[in-house]
């Protein structure tokens, strides 16, 4: 089902690694794949869900959503669960072909 979406990589940051923004929110950050906008969707999936994989915890399943600016559906997969520094500093290392993993 919704095989179609195309995939774009998520980053859930959590604890440390978020103290940058509130802590009340539970995001998920990704790029669009259709526009290239940089948007967050709230978390949906429990983070017992999530899977230890190459290293990080990750989210192979994903969650589908809507771009904000384009409207148009994507599916966020897979995304990784970041709990603090160092785990986002591993993950812009090993992701670095990745948009996403050039923090702000
Ligand atoms: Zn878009």
Redesign the pocket.
């Known amino acids: 089902m919704e095989r179609h979406n195309p995939e774009t990589i998520g980053v859930r940051r959590t604890g440390w690694a978020a103290l940058d923004r509130d802590p009340q929110q539970d995001t998920v950050e990704f790029l669009?794949p259709?526009?290239g906008?940089r948007d967050q969707k709230n978390a949906r999936r429990e983070r017992t869900l999530y899977r230890f994989t190459d290293g990080f915890m990750q989210d192979l399943q994903g969650e589908v959503t809507q771009?904000h600016?384009?409207k148009?559906y994507l599916r966020v997969v897979p995304i990784v669960l970041l709990h603090d520094q160092d785990e986002t500093r591993r993950f812009a290392a090993v992701f670095a072909d990745e948009p996403l993993a050039v923090t702000r």
Do not use: D, S
């Open positions: 669009c259709h526009c906008h771009c600016a384009c148009r």
